[in-house]
Nanobody, 120 residues
Framework: QVKLVESGGGLVQAGGSLRLSCAGS????????LAWYRQAPGKQRELVAG???????KYADFVKGRFTIARDNAKNTVYLQMNSLKPEDTAVYYC??????????????WGQGTQVTVVS
């Protein structure tokens, strides 16, 4: 079973930056598409950004131009560089392996996530 460990969250002022990391165990992590999701209080978890095995990226409209997803297969790690943060970006951020049929479905148990809090 793949274990996902997210890190890098914290408290930041609006306009600031954070870099999230997610380390995954097992070769399945580095041989699949990867994605970041987030869940704000009282809201459903939503897709933030994804990156295919070959490196093609996709972003939710609400983070385009501000966030960048990247992966290092040798380290079994996926990153999320978050710039120009807004209070509405406040959420717990998770990584996962999306199902081949939909970015909104995942195939691995969720990790503990990492809390991002943006204050104005």
């Amino acid at each position: 079973q793949v274990k996902l460990v997210e890190s890098g969250g914290g408290l930041v002022q609006a306009g600031g930056s954070l870099r999230l990391s997610c380390a995954g165990s097992g070769s399945i992590f580095s041989s699949n598409d990867l994605a970041w999701y987030r869940q704000a209080p009282g809201k459903q978890r939503e897709l933030v950004a994804g990156i295919t095995f070959s490196g093609t990226t996709k972003y939710a409209d609400f983070v385009k131009g501000r966030f960048t997803i990247a992966r290092d297969n040798a380290k079994n790690t996926v990153y999320l560089q978050m710039n120009s943060l807004k209070p509405e970006d406040t959420a717990v951020y998770y990584c996962n392996i999306p199902h081949r049929t939909s970015w909104s479905l995942v195939i691995v148990s969720w990790g503990q996530g990492t809390q991002v809090t943006v204050v104005s």
